[in-house]
């Protein structure tokens, strides 16, 4: 049995021994050289430089990247593994890993020319650059086409103006993926993607934003005055960008189901173990029927949960996973996680206090529902698909 078969019992076939040795690797260097640490990161809402290229010597960014450009060469199992043990040992400060490997990565690798590739892939699987991803703004958010950073053709290439908020990783970010206008009249077929250095002039970082949950996790607001960006720096072909995105959600959608899916997984267990110890009236919490036929509802709920969302994993393995199959996996999971509250419940005062994991799970599992693209646009995509 595997670790986290307490809860679900069915047996993820897809993983193989290789895939289960790196998982515990991950999770051991998650237990030496994060969660010791990760409630001083909170207290200081990001954490150190330093880690990203600790992570990278570990191996846990960019695990699913080609050798030839200094990744780890696996595959999209490895990924899937980085974002489940990071959301086990709810170390959400190190999420920006997700992004920074699964996001900003992939959409170099495929769109990328072959001089980026090369030159920032390297430098990115071993953490001397931080990558982040700029799509949304202050007026637009799940609606991409409506962003208004704007970058307009110059001599050599292009100026960019706007601002970007809620932007992970934007504190650290030695490089940002941004997402502009280039022709503005022509909507969601006027967008373009560029690689934009975060030294550049005219380039500058907001406050880190004060969240909810999340505290250690960077998140930034970015301006844009008049920066310049190469024509080199353009990835992929111009006014591309909206297809471009709409790919890689397909991808970000399924990683923040499965991160879902694990942290509904681990709040159960962690509730199980709670109500078998905590007494009241004489008798476990456990021996209540209201709080057993409770946490049957909830145990059923995760089972299904990642039932569904293994198969939708299995559907992106073999390329067959839709844009609503990916939306669907993306609101089923996180839309899951509300049970928290319930579990939460169960710990009674103790629940919500942060130094239980229980009150951080119920933080910082929220975004999820938000995140990728809301719940309310999960339901549009999937309804447009009927």
């Known amino acids: 049995m595997t670790r986290h078969e307490a809860t679900y019992y069915a047996q993820r076939t897809m993983f193989t021994p290789d895939h289960e040795l790196y998982r515990s690797s991950v999770a051991r260097f998650i237990a030496d050289k994060i969660a010791p640490f990760h409630a001083k990161w909170e207290e200081d ?24 450009y200094g990744g780890g060469g696996g595959d999209f199992l490895h990924s899937a593994i980085v974002v489940e043990e990071i ?35 390297p430098k990115m699987a071993s953490g001397e650059v931080v990558g982040s991803l700029a799509m949304t703004e202050p007026g637009a958010g799940s609606d991409l086409k ?19 908020t809620f932007i992970t990783n934007g504190y650290h970010a030695d490089r940002v993926l941004v997402f502009a206008k280039t ?10 993607l560029f690689w934009v250095n975060a030294t550049a002039q005219g380039f500058s970082r907001g406050r880190l934003l004060d969240k909810v949950g999340q505290k250690a996790q960077d998140t930034a607001e970015l301006f844009f005055d008049d920066v310049f960006v190469p024509d080199d720096m353009l990835v992929g072909e111009r006014n591309a960008g909206f297809g471009y995105a709409m790919s890689g959600l397909v991808r970000e959608r399924l990683l923040i189901a499965m991160r879902c899916a694990t942290a509904l997984e681990v709040a159960l267990e962690w509730t199980l173990t709670h109500v078998k110890q905590r007494r009241a009236f004489d008798k476990s919490l456990i021996e209540n029927q ?10 059923t709920h995760s089972c299904a949960t990642r039932a569904f ?14 844009v609503d199959g990916a939306a669907m996996a993306k609101f089923w999971a996180s839309e899951a996680t509300r049970a928290i509250d319930d579990l939460m419940q169960f710990f009674g005062g103790y629940g919500y206090m ?5 009150a951080r799970a119920y933080t910082d599992v929220r975004p999820n529902r938000i995140y990728g693209g809301s719940s309310e646009i999960m339901r549009e995509v999937i309804a447009r698909a009927l």
């Open 146 to 164: 409506a962003i208004r950073t704007s970058a307009v053709k110059v001599d050599g290439g292009y100026r960019l103006n706007g601002q970007k």
């Open 45 to 68: 809402g990001l954490v150190p430089r330093e880690i990203w290229r600790a992570a990278g010597e570990a191996g846990l960014l960019l695990p699913g990247i080609p050798e030839t």
């Open 183 to 192: 022709n503005p009249a022509a909507g969601a077929r006027g967008i373009s």
């Open 354 to 358: 942060r130094e239980y994991p229980i």
């Open 290 to 299: 209201f709080i057993r036929f409770k946490l049957a509802e909830i145990k």
């Open 309 to 322: 969302v293994d198969s939708c994993l299995a559907q992106y393995l073999d390329g067959t996973l839709t």
């Open 87 to 121: 959301a086990r040992a709810l170390v959400t400060g190190v999420t920006g890993f997700t992004t920074h490997s699964e996001n900003v990565a992939p959409y170099l690798l495929e769109f990328g020319t072959e001089a980026q590739k090369a030159e920032f892939l």
